[in-house]
């Protein structure tokens, strides 16, 4: 069974900071890896989805990679800003039937 | 975006009682609705896989009869978790797959917190 882990499990950083967040999963075969910020009280939002054949995704200031081989997705958060503060979830669908198999988040505070 | 309802985001019941949560996508149809929990610290876990118009697929380990799903149209999908004991106190959350001419994206709900006394 696909297990999902993400690490650190908090973050704290001052505003203006670049950081990773890291996810790992332990069977390569996957479909496609997505990574979601969750706000208190409200539901996900997805961020940055990669295909299995792609190696990086980046929308504004984040970029995501993928390296199926070695079970392993950083997402890259450059110039932090307080709203970015949320927790951000990485997500893998091994067949491309949205059954995902989620991580257990990173809570990113940024410090303004 | 699209947008999905969750219904209620709060609820607290006594042990013993049924608590139906509702899934609704308010301006798009889904034909597939995902259910989820998370336990404190725990990841978010898919439940079950619901489908208009058909029963749903629940994961290995979910009860269905006491976790019942309905999907009765293409906007709204229902769970209710029957007979509530503490050990179901949990975060619920749904979400619901619109489909484009290219792929298939997921809007999830703002989620349920169960607490069962």
């Known amino acids: 069974k696909q297990e999902v882990t993400q690490i650190p499990a908090a973050l704290s950083v001052p505003e203006g900071e670049n950081l990773v967040l890291n996810c790992s999963f332990t069977?390569?075969?996957?479909?496609?890896l997505q990574w979601f910020r969750q706000d208190p009280g409200k539901g996900l939002t997805s961020l940055l989805l990669?295909?299995?054949?792609?190696r990086e995704q980046t929308s504004g200031r984040l970029n995501a990679s993928l390296d199926k081989s070695s079970g392993r997705s950083t997402l890259y958060i450059a110039a932090s800003q307080p709203g970015d503060s949320a927790t951000y979830l990485c997500?893998?669908?091994?067949?491309?039937?949205?059954?995902?198999?989620f991580g257990t988040g990173t809570r990113l505070t940024v410090i303004p | 975006g699209a947008v999905v309802s969750q219904h209620p985001s709060r609820v607290i019941c006594k042990s013993g009682t049924s608590v139906k949560i509702e899934c609704r996508s308010l301006?798009?149809?889904?034909?597939?609705m995902f259910w989820y929990r998370q336990f404190p610290k725990q990841s978010l876990m898919l439940m079950a896989t619901?489908?208009?118009?058909?029963?749903?697929?629940?994961e290995q380990g979910v009860e269905k009869d006491k976790f019942l799903i309905n999907h009765a149209s293409l906007t709204l999908s229902t769970l209710t978790v029957t007979s509530a004991h503490p050990e179901d106190s949990s975060f619920y959350i749904c979400?619901?797959?619109?489909?484009?001419?290219?792929?298939?994206?997921?809007?999830f709900g703002s989620g349920t917190q169960l607490s069962v006394l």
């Open positions: 979400s619901a797959a619109k489909r484009t001419a290219t792929n298939e994206k997921l809007f």
């Open positions: 619901s489908n208009e118009g058909s029963k749903a697929t629940y």
């Open positions: 069977d390569s075969a996957i479909y496609n």
């Open positions: 301006d798009f149809q889904a034909t597939t």
């Open positions: 990669i295909q299995s054949s792609q």
């Open positions: 997500a893998v669908d091994q067949t491309g039937a949205n059954n995902l198999f």
